[in-house]
């Protein structure tokens, strides 16, 4: 057996498609809908460091951004994982 499959966080990705350039940019949009996020929280998440998020989270990323939560996350096999950090 190779591993469970790792999430991987696309918010970056997602951000550049909807022209939001900056991490303060995104707050202020997550702001204006009632999420707060404390600044390294909020790098890590959009950095993809993170290992877990509130539930809110991801629903206010999705409505902020226009987008499904499948947008945001990827599903890596363990094997693409150890391809991409070889």
Known sequence: MSGPV????????????????????????????????SVPRRIRIVDGQSTHVSAAVP????????????DLIAAVSPELRTQAVS
């Open 6 to 37: 790792a999430l991987a966080f696309r918010i970056r990705v997602v951000m550049a498609e909807r022209g939001i350039r900056s991490v303060a940019a995104l707050q202020r949009k997550l702001k204006s809908i009632g999420i707060t996020i």
């Open 59 to 70: 629903g206010g990323l999705a409505t902020v951004l226009q987008c499904g939560v499948e």
